[in-house]
């Protein structure tokens, strides 16, 4: 079964560090990128980083640029990010996503996993 | 505020059609047929019904459509049903450098 699943989410306050990840399965992880999207509470999606298949390429939205760093582990079908200076509004469920070859959809979204970011 | 604009919400009746709109610009929507939507229910994660503008991933009905025009795309939901009341989003690949770009999501109510 082609699934991706999220963990490492939890409590922490502003200006504290989180690392997310994103286990992968039932694909072949390295030829394809992943992202990160994220929901705040009663609001919409947005999208927050991306990663190619081989890891040389990163993309950030301007809202995390500088804070978040995503990478990935190929030979552990993981994908991570690793968020800095969070502030309150990094507060969301951050679910991960696989991109098609083209990269133009997500067809596979994991469960999320909650970050609140308070003190 | 979201670089797609879709209406915030939609109201439809059993059986009926509806379209929601996306609209972007000719740096996204008009500039690539990579348009997808995606339908999230309450505390679920989002899941792709249309991609490429028009196409459907396997095991999503046909009663799911996509289209565009210009700057402009459109999901089309036909015969209504109660389960199809949810929040859609369209996401469209864009040249800038953020890649993606999302809409601020519209909830139908199937009344």
């Known amino acids: 079964e082609v699934q991706v699943v999220e963990s490492g989410g939890g409590l922490v306050q502003p200006g504290g560090s989180l690392r997310l990840s994103c286990a992968a399965s039932g694909f072949t992880f390295s030829s394809y990128a992943m992202s990160w999207v994220r929901q705040a509470p009663g609001k919409g999606l947005e999208w927050v980083s991306a990663i190619s298949g081989s890891g040389a390429s990163t993309y950030y939205a301007d809202s995390v640029k500088g804070r978040f760093t995503i990478s990935r582990d190929n030979s552990k079908n993981t994908v991570y990010v690793q968020m800095n200076s969070l502030r309150a509004e990094d507060t969301a469920i951050y679910y991960c996503?696989?991109?098609?070859?083209?990269?133009?959809?997500?067809?596979?979204w994991g469960r999320g996993t909650m970050v609140t970011v308070s003190s | 505020q979201s670089a797609l604009t879709q209406p915030a919400s939609v109201p439809g009746s059993p059986g009926q059609s509806i379209t929601i709109s996306c609209t972007g610009t000719s740096s996204d929507v008009g500039a690539f047929d990579y348009v997808s939507w995606y339908q999230q229910h309450p505390g679920r994660a989002p899941k792709l019904m249309i991609y490429?503008?028009?196409k459907r991933p396997s095991g999503v009905s046909n009663r799911f459509s996509g289209s565009k025009s210009g700057n402009t795309a459109s999901l089309t939901i036909s015969g209504l049903q109660a389960e199809d009341e949810a929040d859609y989003y369209c996401i469209s690949y864009t040249s800038s450098s953020t890649l993606w770009v999302f809409g601020g999501g519209t909830k139908l109510t199937v009344l």
């Open positions: 490429d503008v028009t």
């Open positions: 996503a696989k991109a098609l070859l083209h990269w133009g959809a997500f067809d596979i």
